[in-house]
C-alpha cells in the first residue's frame, strides 16, 4: 500500500514569486491536512481538505491557499513568497474525522527555501 | 485553550534501557486523539501510536506504549528497550475534537538521543 506522496521534496525560491506543492494521500483516504515546520514556530496547522473542501483552517495569512481535487490529491499555494515562508511544509493523509478513523500519515514534506 | 506541551526539549537513554517522554494536553471537548510521531533528521513524520478519549487501556505497539491519565490529562510515551534508531524528534499531537475534522495541534518536541 504506497503510502503519502508529496512533491517536489525540495525547491528554492526568491521572493515575491509563488509556488505550488502537491500532495497525494493514501488510497481511500479523503481528509488532507498541511502543516507548516520552522525551528521557530514549530508545527502549526495550516488548513484541512475533506471531499474537495475545506473544512478547517489555521491562521496563515491569505497568501496560504489550497485545494483538493476529486481522487483526493491536494496541492497547496503560497502567493507573493516571504523570507518567513521558508520551512518544511508536511501534508497528513487519513480516513475522515471519524471516531473510528483517526490515524493520520504523513509524507515526508517539502522543504522550501525563499531567496 | 487547546494545547499540548512536551517540558522536555532533550533526553538521553542509554540503549537497551526504557525511556518516558512527557506530553501534557488541554482541550475542552470529551472526545479526541492523542498521537505520538517521530521525525528523524530526514524530516519525514512516522506515526507510533494512537490513543482515543474514550479508549479504556493504554494503547501499545511493539516498543511503544502510551501512558494514558486521563484526569491528569496526560499522554506519556514509553518506548521499551531503546534502540540507536530511536534517536530523532518525537512530537505529541491532539486532534481537539474528533468531531471536526483532522485538524492536529503538535507539542514543540523533545529530541531522544540513544547512547550506545
Known amino acids: 500500500k504506497a503510502g503519502v506522496t508529496q512533491t517536489p521534496r525540495y525547491l528554492i525560491k526568491t521572493r515575491g514569486q509563488q509556488v505550488t506543492l502537491s500532495c497525494s494521500p493514501i488510497s481511500g483516504h479523503r481528509s488532507v491536512s498541511w502543516y507548516q515546520q520552522t525551528p521557530g514556530q514549530g508545527l502549526q496547522f495550516l488548513f484541512e481538505y475533506f471531499s474537495e473542501t475545506q473544512r478547517n483552517k489555521g491562521n496563515f495569512p491569505g497568501r496560504f491557499s489550497g485545494r483538493q481535487f476529486s481522487n483526493s490529491r491536494s496541492e497547496m499555494n503560497v502567493s507573493t513568497l516571504e523570507l518567513g515562508d521558508s520551512a518544511l511544509y508536511l501534508c497528513?493523509?487519513?480516513?475522515?474525522?471519524?471516531?473510528?478513523?483517526?490515524?493520520?500519515?504523513f509524507g515526508q514534506g517539502t522543504r522550501l527555501t525563499v531567496v | 485553550a487547546q494545547k499540548i506541551t512536551q517540558t522536555q526539549p532533550g533526553m538521553f537513554v542509554q540503549e537497551k534501557e526504557a525511556v518516558t517522554l512527557d506530553c501534557t494536553y488541554d482541550t475542552s471537548d470529551p472526545s479526541y486523539g492523542l498521537f505520538w510521531y517521530k521525525q528523524p533528521s530526514s524530516g519525514e513524520m512516522i506515526f507510533l501510536i494512537y490513543?482515543?478519549?474514550?479508549?479504556?487501556q493504554n494503547a501499545t505497539e511493539g516498543r511503544y506504549s502510551l501512558n494514558f491519565q486521563k484526569a491528569r490529562k496526560s499522554a506519556n510515551l514509553v518506548i521499551s528497550a531503546s534502540q540507536l534508531g530511536d534517536s530523532a524528534m518525537y512530537f505529541c499531537a491532539m486532534r481537539p475534537s474528533l468531531n471536526q475534522g483532522g485538524k492536529l495541534i503538535f507539542g514543540q518536541g523533545t529530541e531522544l538521543s540513544v547512547k550506545p
Open positions: 497528513a493523509s487519513s480516513l475522515a474525522g471519524d471516531r473510528g478513523n483517526t490515524e493520520a500519515f
Open positions: 490513543q482515543g478519549s474514550y479508549d479504556q
